[in-house]
């Protein structure tokens, strides 16, 4: 369990590190909803976790989404 939670807090402390403006807002809110979901199972640090890392994902996502074919520099 400690070994769990230890890589969940080094992958998120990885993805604060890695991420900019607009992957935070991202990052923030799945956390809180993660972190909910989490708490009413018991496991509300694994919850935010798992939320920042999927809230990241989808935020990065809808950026791709929205700058269609820009070119990568």
């Known amino acids: 369990m400690k070994t769990t939670l230890a890589l969940a807090a080094s992958l998120t402390l990885g ?23 989490g708490h009413m199972a018991g496991h509300g640090k694994m919850g935010a976790a798992a939320g920042c890392a999927v809230g990241h994902s989808k935020a ?14």
């Open 15 to 37: 993805l604060f590190a890695s991420a900019g403006a607009a992957e935070a807002k991202g990052c923030i809110k799945g956390a809180l909803v993660g972190g909910v979901a």
């Open 60 to 73: 990065n996502k809808k950026d791709k989404q929205q700058g269609g074919s820009q070119p990568q520099g």
